[in-house]
């Protein structure tokens, strides 16, 4: 992850991470009820994340009879929603249906699932139905205040780095740079053809670049990676991508002519 944090954030965030490791460490042990729990994650959203307690987390927000145990809202909005489990809770998909519901009325995008010790983020997908996705998650007690990407999963969600866009920054990222969009662009012509002339170059022999595509497809890159729903999310951004780039080049060609 490379995001720039200021020392000022950084300095709280290991100061954080000293004070509440110890704390988290211990939460499970002690299997305190969720109440508990909701006090310890608003005192580490204010200590770690630079939250105010008492302006901008709210409990046991309401609509439509749905509730979610935090809100975490700035300037007015609603940035977050947090779920919060008892600490000793195995966390999963299940925990996350009231606040996917208070998100899909509220139009908010983010939630945050937590028992202390494990921490998820999920981003909530309008459509028909509703969906969410997991765009990732750490355990607060292992992490390393000398690990510049341990530093940034928590950065991602200090009050901070609202006005960045830092986890929209992210999760856009973490759709483009993974193995289904890697393999489609293996596939395609550029590649095969850079492939066909390297092997011309170096080997003097001749290979059609339908001929590598099937190597790449059958001997080359792992099956899952080409097959289910995935790999056609991964189809639709290249070709988004492709038309953009062609109508940028368009549109300079135009301007320069």
């Given at each position: 992850?490379?995001?720039?944090?200021?020392?000022?954030?950084q300095d709280r965030l290991v100061a954080g991470l000293k004070k509440y490791q110890?704390?988290?460490?211990?939460?499970?042990?002690?299997?305190?009820?969720?109440?508990?729990?909701?006090?310890?994650?608003?005192?580490?959203?204010?200590?770690?994340?630079?939250?105010?307690?008492?302006?901008?987390?709210?409990?046991?927000?309401?609509?439509?009879?749905?509730?979610?145990?935090?809100?975490?809202?700035?300037?007015?909005?609603?940035?977050?929603?947090?779920?919060?489990?008892?600490?000793?809770?195995?966390?999963?998909?299940?925990?996350?249906?009231?606040?996917?519901?208070?998100?899909?009325?509220?139009?908010?995008?983010?939630?945050?699932?937590?028992?202390?010790?494990?921490?998820?983020?999920?981003?909530?997908?309008?459509?028909?139905?509703?969906?969410?996705?997991?765009?990732?998650?750490?355990?607060?007690?292992?992490?390393?205040?000398?690990?510049?990407?341990?530093?940034?999963?928590?950065?991602?969600?200090?009050?901070?780095?609202?006005?960045?866009?830092?986890?929209?920054?992210?999760?856009?990222?973490?759709?483009?740079?993974?193995?289904?969009?890697?393999?489609?662009?293996?596939?395609?012509?550029?590649?095969?053809?850079?492939?066909?002339?390297?092997?011309?170059?170096?080997?003097?022999?001749?290979?059609?670049?339908?001929?590598?595509?099937?190597?790449?497809?059958?001997?080359?890159?792992?099956?899952?990676?080409?097959?289910?729903?995935?790999?056609?999310?991964?189809?639709?951004?290249?070709?988004?991508?492709?038309?953009?780039?062609?109508?940028?080049?368009?549109?300079?060609?135009?301007?320069?002519?």
């Amino acid at each position: 992850m490379n995001l720039k944090i200021s020392k000022k954030t950084q300095d709280r965030l290991v100061a954080g991470l000293k004070k509440y490791q110890p704390i988290v460490r211990k939460l499970a042990e002690r299997d305190i009820s969720e109440a508990d729990t909701v006090t310890v994650i608003k005192d580490m959203l204010t200590d770690i994340f630079g939250y105010d307690k008492y302006t901008e987390l709210t409990s046991e927000q309401q609509i439509r009879g749905t509730f979610c145990d935090l809100a975490i809202r700035v300037d007015g909005k609603i940035q977050y929603l947090a779920e919060v489990k008892s600490a000793g809770t195995t966390l999963n998909d299940n925990h996350l249906r009231q606040a996917v519901n208070y998100g899909a009325h509220q139009g908010i995008e983010w939630i945050l699932l937590t028992n202390g010790i494990i921490w998820k983020v999920y981003r909530i997908k309008f459509g028909q139905p509703i969906d969410w996705e997991e765009v990732y998650c750490f355990d607060m007690g292992t992490l390393s205040s000398r690990s510049a990407d341990d530093l940034a999963k928590l950065a991602m969600l200090c009050r901070e780095s609202l006005s960045t866009d830092a986890l929209e920054f992210f999760h856009r990222q973490a759709q483009i740079i993974n193995r289904y969009v890697v393999a489609e662009l293996l596939l395609s012509d550029a590649v095969a053809a850079t492939l066909r002339k390297e092997l011309r170059r170096l080997f003097d022999v001749k290979v059609t670049d339908d001929e590598l595509r099937i190597l790449l497809a059958n001997d080359v890159i792992k099956r899952d990676t080409l097959d289910g729903d995935p790999p056609k999310v991964a189809k639709s951004l290249i070709k988004k991508a492709t038309s953009s780039l062609a109508k940028r080049s368009a549109k300079a060609a135009e301007s320069g002519s």
